[in-house]
T-cell receptor
């Protein structure tokens, strides 16, 4: 079963608008971490934001915020005031903390975001 | 601040050749992860090392091997290359259990097998 689901393969958004990228996850571990990464066409994987399962507040990093709804198992990324440079592939990823694994990341399929001028 | 360094950035090899990818993690990070990302795919975990010992293994073919050296740099060795090995190979480093910013990725090595 998919552990990380990103239901939006692609999105078009007008510049300066806010955009929400969806991510739902599935885990039975009480301790886990959720990550969002940005991958522009150049290929590098850029860390954006992190949310721990025990964090009481939603994570924020500049224009990025994570709408963490633990009961719904969702961790949506919100980008405020989108810019042309935000056009990229966005991946949601999860790190579980099981006894037999060394914290590898589990990835969603990604959402391709295109910002229109 | 120092980042994860991967070399080479681009590599073109012929079928059945071998390739060696290198990764230099961030100083004091004790864990290195290797991921393979095919065109239009999400990254697939290959293998990880903790304190120079292999700690976890994912979908790494038997034709591939990896190790982490005493200076903490890691190498991914790929033999008998196939066309399907063409992908972006990422190395990431981190310190498990330290939570935030636990993973920093290098810029990747784009391998093309022709």
């Amino acid at each position: 079963a998919q552990k990380i689901t990103q239901t939006q393969p692609g999105m078009f958004v007008q510049e300066k608008e806010a955009v929400t990228l969806d991510c739902t996850y599935d885990t039975s571990d009480p301790s886990y971490g959720l990550f969002w990464y940005k991958q522009p066409s150049s290929g590098e994987m850029i860390f954006l934001i992190y949310q721990g399962s025990y964090d009481q507040q939603n994570a924020t990093e500049g224009r990025y915020s994570l709408n963490f709804q633990k009961a719904r198992k969702s961790a949506n990324l919100v980008i405020s005031a989108s810019q042309l440079g935000d056009s990229a592939m966005y991946f949601c990823a999860m790190r579980e903390v099981p006894m037999d694994s060394n914290y590898q990341l589990i990835w969603g399929a990604g959402t391709k975001l295109i910002i229109k001028p | 601040a120092a980042g994860v360094i991967q070399s080479p950035r681009h590599l073109i090899k012929e079928k059945r050749e071998t390739a060696t990818l290198k990764c230099y993690p961030i100083p004091r990070h004790d864990t290195v992860y290797w991921y393979q990302q095919g065109p239009g795919q999400d990254p697939q975990f290959l293998i990880s090392f903790y304190e120079k010992m292999q700690s976890d293994k994912g979908s790494i073919p038997d034709r591939f091997s990896a190790q982490q050296f005493s200076d903490y740099h890691s190498e991914l060795n790929m033999s008998s290359l196939e066309l399907g090995d063409s992908a972006l190979y990422f190395c990431a480093s981190g310190s498990p259990g330290q939570g935030i910013y636990g993973y920093t990725f290098g810029s990747g090595t784009r391998l093309t097998v022709v």
